[in-house]
């Protein structure tokens, strides 16, 4: 007998494939199906499958139109409508392909109605994992997951033979839209250049946590949820062709992998197959392909995100996600709206997540996941609105969000210092402004230049393009400023090449055994993979990588860093002490830390400020 279905989020874009699917698959019956608001395609699938008895609309505006035409259909409508069509229409199975936090209610309610759940939602594991698996371990209920990386996990772990233990997951990212953007002007991307994914194609909103590498760091989060393993022991590298979509590591260092065309279909057939869809078997055609395939570390300047997001969830599990996924839905909706720039979205995600992760606690019932994730959105929309207010006025969003805290540092100062220091300062000031001294003082700043390096000259040519004005998903669509994208610009004019970067070879790892030095490559094979696996050098990429993120994670616990991001460059490496104090300084708390005589603004730049400028 066919089992019963109902479709959550119908109308997206895997609710669209999973349609597709469905109409072909004879174990299946259609009984409901969801959306927001799009009442019109919901009446068409309606129509285009009769089995169909249910349909629920958040929006309950829209639940008059669909009673009227068609009223053999049962219509849900509300905040819950979700909830109920799991109740009314009693399935076997509920797909989940809602967009959003909205998905996490409804996944629970199907898992403590010990229903089937195809999950595509991620937010349902990022944020309730650990609701969602104490309501697996209480009833009988059952998830598949729906996204290439965990089918393939999943794939791989039900082909681990016999005796051979697994050391580490793997999954993989394409880099998103702005993998060979120039880094420097990541904060200022146009729309257009970031909802211009190379290999996906996905919503918006996905793919600009693509681009930020935020979904990354999600699938990570899920992939321990749903196998039970420690975040440590999942790792996330880059294929740009995004073919080989994840995998494990054995005990015995081979390795097996998933190796399939980016299609969305693959992970729901997987899905609707219920776990029983095998791994595609290479040929020898895909053996010769997957040896051409590139694989490339994160790079830690370009998706500062993805790092920061898996530092703090590490240190807090239970609540970090709920409050970093909240800010970033209410970010990325206000970037696609053209209120802030991608730079922007990422000051607010990062300080935003980080203060209130500091500030509350850990939620121990289901209410209080509700109240942290309301908690997060306010003071988002809160942030949002100051950086919205000065970017319109033509400000800078850090000068505006900085100076409550500067003038408290002020009126600290003057609470704090004896009449006499403050006497002394108020005589350096003047001395300062005192047209007769300014060469004076012109010949002090460069003994004290020679002397210690600082003050180094601020780069001035940026500036335009920090003024550059966020495009709108609005605009993007109309495609109005396709003249004044400077995505193509800088493009045509870039002479910036990612193969040719230094900072890349040197860390080796999976980069040199790769395609890019292909005698390195070769000798490497010929030492033999007989498992067809791609690389000798994956080991020591992952070792690396791992030390890495470690040492950092150390580093900026000592030192209170969260924002900080370290550069590396000719073996130096360029800590953010900048950053420390304007990060500080944020938090209210005034460091007395020397910040060299250039003091860098943090925020206005966007990604610019993670680099020290020279
Ligand atoms: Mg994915």
């Known amino acids: 007998m066919a089992r019963k279905i109902v479709l959550l989020g119908a109308t997206g874009s895997i609710g669209t494939q999973a349609l597709s699917l469905l109409k072909e698959d004879k174990n299946y019956e259609l009984v409901g199906i969801s959306a927001n608001q799009n009442s019109a395609k919901l009446i068409e699938i309606a129509k285009e499958f009769p089995s169909i008895k249910f349909i629920a609309i958040a929006t309950p505006s829209k639940a008059e139109e669909i009673k009227t035409t068609l009223p053999e259909v049962k219509v849900l409508s509300g905040e819950s409508a979700n909830i109920s069509i799991i109740d009314e229409a ?29 999950l595509a939602n991620k937010e349902t594991l990022v944020v309730g994992g650990k609701f969602i698996n104490e309501a697996l371990k209480n009833g009988t209920g059952k998830i598949y997951p729906i996204d290439s990386e965990h089918v393939a996990l999943a794939k791989c772990l039900a082909d681990v033979p016999d005796g051979k233990t697994v050391k580490e997951l793997f999954i993989t990212a394409s880099g998103g839209a702005l993998r060979d953007y120039p880094e420097k002007q990541i904060g200022v991307a146009p729309i257009k250049a970031v909802l211009n994914h190379p290999t ?23 992939a ?31 390795k097996l992998f998933e190796y399939s065309p980016n299609t969305m279909l693959i992970p729901i057939k997987y899905a609707l197959s219920l776990g029983t869809e095998k791994r595609h078997q290479l040929t020898a055609e895909d053996e010769e392909a997957v040896k051409k395939l590139k694989f490339e570390d994160i790079d830690k300047n370009r998706y500062p995100m993805f790092f920061f997001i898996i530092e703090l969830v590490g240190k807090y599990p239970d609540r970090a996600p709920i409050i970093i996924n909240a800010v970033d839905e209410i970010v990325v909706n206000a970037y696609l709206n053209g209120l802030i720039r991608l730079g922007d979205l990422e000051t607010i995600l990062r300080k935003v997540s980080s203060r209130l992760t500091h500030e509350t606690s850990n939620p121990s019932e289901l209410k209080d996941v509700l109240n942290l994730d309301e908690k997060a959105r306010d003071e988002a929309t809160k942030m949002i609105k100051i950086f919205a207010n000065a970017l319109k006025n033509g400000n800078n969003p850090s000068d505006v969000v900085a100076k ?47 002397k210690t390096g600082y003050p180094k000259k601020e780069k001035k040519e940026e500036r335009s393009s920090f003024h550059k004005k966020p495009q709108s998903f609005g605009e993007y669509m109309d495609h109005k400023d396709e003249k004044k994208d400077s995505y193509h610009k800088n493009d ?83 800590s953010s002490r900048n950053h420390s104090s304007s990060h500080s300084s944020y938090r209210g708390e005034r460091r007395e830390e020397r910040t060299g005589d250039k003091k860098k603004r943090t925020f206005h730049r966007g990604r610019n400020n993670y680099h020290r400028g020279e």
Do not use: C
Not at 227 to 251: C, M, T, W, Y
Not at 427 to 438: I, L, M, T, V
Not at 506 to 527: P, Q, S, V
């Open 404 to 450: 409550p805290i500067r003038d408290a540092n002020k009126k600290h100062e003057d609470n704090v210092l004896s009449e006499e220091e403050k006497a002394k300062k108020k005589k350096a000031s003047r001395w300062k402004n005192d047209p007769s001294k300014k060469a004076l003082l012109k010949e002090h700043q460069k003994e004290k230049k020679a």
């Open 492 to 574: 045509r004019h870039s002479s910036f090449h990612r193969d040719e970067r230094k900072p890349y070879s040197a860390k080796g790892g999976f980069h040199r055994g790769f395609g890019h030095h292909d005698k390195d490559d070769d000798k490497k094979r010929k030492e033999g993979h007989g498992d067809g696996s791609f690389h000798k050098s994956y080991g020591n990429h992952h070792s690396s990588f791992h030390k890495d993120g470690e040492r950092k994670e150390e580093r900026r616990d000592d030192q209170h860093r969260s924002f900080g991001h370290h550069s590396f460059s000719k073996g130096r490496s360029f």
């Open 90 to 118: 009693d399935p076997d199975v509920v797909l989940n392909s809602i967009l959003g936090f909205a998905g996490f209610l409804p996944s629970l309610h199907a898992l403590k109605k010990n229903k089937i759940l195809l």
């Open 224 to 254: 321990s949820m749903l196998f039970n393993r420690p975040l440590k022991d999942i790792k996330a590298v880059i294929q740009r062709e995004s073919l080989i979509h994840g995998g494990v590591v054995l005990n015995d260092d081979t």
């Open 200 to 222: 996906w194609h996905m919503g918006a909103k996905i793919t600009v946590d693509s681009a930020t590498m935020v979904n990354k760091a999600y699938e990570v989060i899920e």
